[in-house]
């Protein structure tokens, strides 16, 4: 027979609310960040069908510090990530996806060349690398868009 679990109970403590208090954004953040990092190891080591031990033995490391990575309280260096994900074949690090900013600043010379000036505009507008002046029958000035970085 299955044991019933109980629900679990509502704590409340002055010392842990202002220990919570003190925690910034940042720090929860990072905390959360390493318990995902170290949760997708322990995925990794499942999915192979292995043990703490037989990730200690492929990396040559001790079982504890596998334990210790498994806390989510460890602060990996990126070679260790980079062995980890060799030996278990997975991704723990993502650098070909993250997308690249770039900033780029031109400066446009617009310039005018005066074709006839016998007929007055009855519309103007831009059609998005030059504007054009249209006349009855007549295209008399035209402008061009130039840019270099």
Known sequence: MMKK????ELYSSA???EIFAEITPEEAEKTTKRMLLAARIDDGIKAKGW??????EALQKHPSEVTKWLSGTHNFNSDTLFDIERVLNIG???LKDAPINQIIR?????SEK????ECSPFASFY???SFVDLYQGVKSRQYSVSSYN
Do not use: E
């Open 106 to 110: 031109f400066h446009v010379v617009v």
């Open 5 to 8: 679990m109980s629900k679990a």
């Open 51 to 56: 043990k703490k031990k037989h990730l200690a």
């Open 15 to 17: 010392i842990l609310d």
């Open 114 to 117: 005066v074709i006839s000036t």
């Open 92 to 94: 723990l690090v993502t």
């Open 127 to 129: 059609t998005g690398n």
